[in-house]
């Protein structure tokens, strides 16, 4: 009897290290998407003064799940064959008449590394707190 109540122990601390876990992380995945779309709208090429404001952090269908996105209706404009296009896009790629203006992935990959180990250590410095107790 002793060590069924050791093994339901042992289970309930699990899964109270895994919620605390998931919550920390999603705090900390937030805090990191939103610092780096600040970063993203520092960066971004003034053209029609739009741009900047148009960075902004979507949360995805899981809570595990953040998109940070830029352009959209407010950058689109009219082509030269009346086709539209997202100057959005056009900054960061370029175009046949215009050269590449990178903004956005270029400054998500100058800050990927730092972005996963500051998740790593907000993982980590749960399950040692944990631990320790």
């Known amino acids: 009897m002793a ?14 290290l895994q919620k605390e876990i998931h919550d920390g992380g999603v705090v900390e995945l937030n805090v990191q998407a939103t610092d780096l779309a600040q970063l993203i709208e520092s960066v971004a090429p003034v053209r029609e003064g ?18 940070i996105v ?10 030269v064959s009346s086709k539209p296009y997202d100057y959005a896009r056009a900054d960061e790629f370029g175009t046949q008449k215009m050269p590449a203006k990178p903004f956005f992935f270029s400054t998500y990959r100058l800050r990927k590394k730092k972005i996963i180990a500051a998740m790593k250590r907000k993982i980590t410095a749960s399950i040692k707190k944990r631990s320790a107790e």
């Open 50 to 67: 739009t741009l900047a404001h148009t960075v902004k952090v979507v949360p995805g269908k899981k809570d595990t799940i953040v998109r």
């Open 3 to 16: 060590r069924n109540a050791s093994v339901e122990r042992f289970k309930k601390l699990t899964e109270d």
């Open 70 to 79: 830029a352009g959209g209706q407010e950058t689109v404009r009219p082509g």
